[in-house]
């Protein structure tokens, strides 16, 4: 099983930015999938962005156009760049691998399998 963790949390200020990074190990594949999710205090975890089988990407409403999802393959690591914060991304941010090697865009938390521990993400106003 991949082991996930993530890092690069922190509080900024609203129209600020921050990179978040989850570095992978253990049973990694080939597979360029993963996803980024996000939760705030009495939400449902919601979907932020996600990097299909070769590279495809795939965003939430709420960030498209602020967030960008890449990889480094050589690091087993894939980054979230968060652009123009607002306070309602405040939240817990995790990313998660998905069960299958061919994920190609589904945007349920029930269609990933490894989590990271998370790291809380502060925009104030």
């Known amino acids: 099983q991949v082991q996930l963790v993530e890092s690069g949390g922190g509080l900024v200020q609203a129209g600020g930015s921050l990179r978040l990074s989850c570095a992978a190990s253990g049973q990694t594949s080939n597979s360029l999938a993963m996803g980024w999710f996000r939760q705030a205090p009495g939400k449902e975890r919601e979907f932020v962005a996600a990097l299909g089988w070769i590279g495809q990407t795939y965003y939430g409403d709420s960030v498209k156009g602020r967030f960008t999802i890449s990889r480094d393959n050589a690091k087993n690591t894939v980054y979230l760049q968060m652009n123009s914060l607002k306070p309602e991304d405040t939240a817990v941010y995790y990313c998660?691998?998905?069960?299958?090697?061919?994920?190609?865009?589904?945007?349920?938390?029930?269609?990933?399998?490894?989590w990271g521990q998370g790291t809380q993400v502060t925009v104030s106003s």
């Open positions: 998660a691998a998905p069960k299958s090697l061919y994920y190609s865009g589904t945007y349920s938390p029930a269609d990933f399998s490894s």
